[in-house]
């Protein structure tokens, strides 16, 4: 009996009213083998009296399945599939029981919300338990959030947000967050998952626009700025944004800007940022110019650029960053091919001799994902008259040497 209980699929309001009876026949015993629940089809609606055919939410039946969540303390997974009711915040708004014993379910792990409208989303945000998946999908996919995947666990969160918020709504414990698409505005985001120490931003448009960009409208736009994420660690984007705050590590190895406005935008969001910590893609040195003027802060850098020589690129590159205070640089050069492993030494060199305040040296030639290999240096003496001196770590110091650096302390 117990093994028949734990996992439920209710298709018919009838199922769930034999439901709750044969859980309620043996008080809260059969109640605690429950581990999931889903809801589909009529499982919550009755017929209107008054509209033949037409189908509205169950306040009593609600009531009855709040008593059984109550009850049920082992239950980890709820999902609510394509139910046949205009909404189903409606459901929560006329049975708040049903609301009050999903957001006190302290065992739930995963909740799946199929809905018409943002009712649930009040919901998510009184869960008093840690959700490790949460998945909400609209009715109408076009510009709604299309799933929220991990919302609630602080350890790893991938949400892909594509919705507005509703004013007030705020999801506190939200500490890394995916967003893409398009958004109302980086104010109503950042209000929405104030405590966020990681942001990955991919695609972002304002809304009510077809093809814009926050590239674009990075000053004085209805974009508006992140002013809520004050505690932000690492920041990954494909285009410049407008924030207010320090982040620790900036990665943007997917923005590639070829103009002087999108170079200057650049510039903007790092002097704003004062990273630690940046990553990057090179393909102009008027580009990486305009970035070493602003990078005061910085003093782990991690370049990507593609099919220039090495030597090239220390001739043409590596005296740009000579002001850039730079305890340690990764250089990951694609498409080069390592014919003399004993010439990345000198070349090492030349790079330490270019930016004085280098202590590590991180080359790594490769020309495809797999084929990428990892050489590390630490300079030292400067006072040779031979300029400095370098020597080459063992792979399994630098492996270390790798983790330590990405982990670089503001001040």
């Known amino acids: 009996m117990p093994r028949r209980l734990q996992n439920i699929t209710l298709n018919y309001r009838e199922d769930t ?53 109550a009850l ?12 046949f009711i205009p909404s189903l915040g409606a459901v929560f708004d006329s049975s708040p029981a049903l609301a009050d014993a999903l ?3 302290t065992s739930l792990r995963e909740v799946q919300f199929y809905v018409k409208d943002g009712g649930c989303l009040t919901l998510l945000a009184r869960m008093k338990n840690r959700l490790h998946s949460v998945t909400v999908l609209f009715h109408r996919p076009k510009g709604v959030v299309a799933q929220m995947r991990a919302l609630l666990q602080p350890e790893t969160h991938d949400a892909i947000i594509r919705e507005r918020y509703g004013p007030g709504i705020t999801w506190p414990a939200v500490q890394d967050l995916t967003v893409s698409g398009t958004i109302k505005s980086l104010s109503t985001l950042s209000h929405a998952f104030p405590n966020v120490r990681s942001v990955d931003a991919v695609d972002l448009r304002p809304e009510g626009t077809a093809g814009g960009n926050l590239l674009h409208t990075v000053n004085g736009s209805p974009v508006g700025t992140a002013d809520d994420w004050t505690q932000l ?34 510039a903007t969001l790092i002097s704003c940022a004062s990273p630690v910590i940046i990553s990057l893609a090179v393909f102009t040195t008027r580009f990486l110019e305009w970035i070493a003027k602003f990078a005061t802060c910085c003093r782990y850098m991690r ?48 790079i330490a001799a270019c930016i004085p305040s280098l202590v590590y040296i991180n080359i790594a030639p490769m020309q495809s ?43």
Not at 55 to 60: H, I, R
Not at 334 to 348: E, F, I, T, Y
Not at 392 to 411: F, M, N, S, V
Request: proline residues 4%.
């Open 17 to 69: 009213l034999s439901f709750c009876s044969f859980i309620f026949s043996d008080g809260p015993r059969r109640a605690t083998c429950i581990r999931s629940l889903k809801f589909s089809g009529t499982s919550l609606a009755m017929s209107d009296r008054i509209g033949v055919g037409k189908l509205v939410s169950d306040a009593s039946l609600a009531y009855k399945l709040a008593r059984v969540i």
């Open 72 to 83: 049920a303390t082992g239950l980890r997974s709820v999902r609510f599939d394509n139910t």
């Open 103 to 105: 957001a006190g379910t």
């Open 233 to 266: 660690d690492v920041v990954t984007l494909d285009r410049p944004i407008s924030l207010l705050h320090p982040v620790r590590h900036l990665n943007l190895t997917r923005v590639y800007v070829d103009n002087t406005k999108g170079w200057s935008a650049t």
């Open 303 to 350: 370049i990507y650029s593609e099919n220039v020589r090495l030597y090239d690129w220390i001739d043409r590159f590596a005296p740009l960053l000579s002001s850039v205070p730079l305890h340690a640089i990764l250089l990951i050069a694609w498409g080069h091919r390592l014919d003399d492993r004993s010439s990345l030494v000198k070349q090492a060199r030349l």
């Open 369 to 411: 994902i797999e084929g990428r290999m990892d050489w590390y240096y630490r300079v030292e003496s400067r006072a040779h008259e031979d300029g400095p001196q370098i020597i080459l770590l063992p792979h399994d110091k630098g492996d270390i040497l790798k983790q330590i650096l990405l982990e670089t302390a503001r001040g």
